[in-house]
């Protein structure tokens, strides 16, 4: 009877915690659609100002700003290509895509949202976190930016005057995942209750991952666990 009781424990803790894995993983894929598609429409909206404000026959010139390298940008950039075509904005024909990639440097940034502005981009999509949006911001007061970064606060990092009221010339997406962190850690704590010790892995030079780590650190106050943390070092790396 013991050893009955205890299968059906084992049994019922995994079943619980395929299904948390399971609820976690549909809301992730869901909020990525959601977030994917206003992003695109962004880019769509400020595409047509942009074509609207040149003279005749120009061809709009679209900047890209990855934090990422190629092979790991390539099916972001690819989706965004082919969304484009459907709506009728064909690279090397109605449009031209300048593409730029720090390959996870961010003293890149600059030089290469720099380089974008030379380059006379109608707009400048970054696909990056608050350092890479800064160095387009920083690069140009006028041309529009369109970010489409995840886990950034975009107020907090002084980017936009207000989410209702951006001003200046920044627009685009944010998931606020920062403030999942907390959720995260309970999600991990429900689905593997005997868990104590929990490594963190962060990138210190990215302010959005020194917030999302407070909200973790007050998360595991409150669950009595302990964390580790490991940092990565984007820029010499």
Not at 118 to 130: E, H, P, Q, S, T
Not at 144 to 170: F, K, Q, R, T, W
Not at 206 to 227: D, P, V
């Amino acid at each position: 009877v013991g050893e009955s009781g205890s299968s059906d424990q084992i049994a019922g803790s995994m079943e619980q915690r395929a299904r948390s894995r399971e609820r976690q993983e549909h809301r992730t894929r869901f909020m990525r659609k959601k977030f994917f598609g206003l992003a695109l429409g962004t880019l769509l909206l400020a595409l047509c100002f942009a074509a609207q404000a040149q003279q005749p026959k120009k061809v709009p010139r679209i900047g890209y700003l990855s934090a990422l390298d190629p092979a790991a940008e390539a099916i972001r950039a690819e989706t965004i290509r082919l969304a484009l075509r459907e709506r009728g904005y064909i690279e090397g024909q109605s449009i031209t895509i300048e593409y730029r990639y720090t390959q996870g440097k961010i003293d890149r940034a600059p030089e290469l949202a720099a380089e974008l502005v030379r380059l006379d981009a109608d707009i400048i999509v970054v696909a990056g976190g608050d350092a890479w949006i800064r160095a387009a911001k920083n690069a140009t007061k006028t041309i529009p930016i369109v970010m489409v970064g995840i886990g950034l606060d975009p107020v907090g990092a002084g980017l936009i005057d207000s989410l209702a009221h951006p001003g200046g010339n920044v627009t685009g997406i944010t998931l606020l995942s920062t403030e999942l962190g907390g959720k995260r850690l309970e999600l991990l704590k429900e689905a593997v209750p005997k868990v104590v010790r929990v490594a963190v892995l962060y990138e210190p030079a990215i302010s959005s991952n020194i917030r999302e780590l407070k909200e973790i650190q007050s998360a595991a106050r409150a669950l009595g666990l302990i964390l580790r943390y490991k940092q990565r070092n984007l820029v010499e790396n």
